[in-house]
């Protein structure tokens, strides 16, 4: 046996030799472990990528119809038609009536709150002086 690492000999071992065999089953296991779950996670989102396309799909073409249903039901036709059908009473504007536009109010700004301390606190800042 060898008295210190300067003359011990070149030979593993068999206790190395395991070690080293438990390493390598060991990397090997965890690097395809990883790899089986990286492609299951690749597989499930190309999945769900796939069923919201195809929900984007149906909505595009819910929206589209909507769309057709809101034109046909504006159109002076139908709008005609309908008002027969409530027996509304109204008629086409003659050229014997007025029409009056009126102009829509305008909305007058917010006063944000931070803006009216800002100006509380000027007065009394003011008033201290």
Do not use: D
Request: glycine share 6%.
């Amino acid at each position: 046996m060898a008295r210190n690492r300067k003359y011990s000999s070149g030979a593993w071992g068999l206790a190395g030799l395991v070690r080293w065999v438990a390493f390598l089953v060991l990397t090997t296991v965890l690097v395809g472990g990883g790899y089986v779950w990286q492609k299951n996670q690749i597989f499930e989102l190309g999945q769900e990528i796939k069923k919201r396309e195809l929900q984007l799909g149906e909505l595009r073409y819910q929206n589209e119809k909507l769309r057709q249903q809101l034109a046909t039901l504006q159109s002076p036709a139908m709008l005609e038609t309908r008002v027969r059908e409530l027996n509304l009473g109204l008629a086409p504007v003659t050229a014997q009536q007025e029409v009056f536009t009126l102009a829509e109010p305008e909305v007058a700004p917010l006063i944000i709150e931070q803006e009216r301390q800002y100006a509380a606190q000027r007065v009394a800042a003011a008033e201290l002086r």
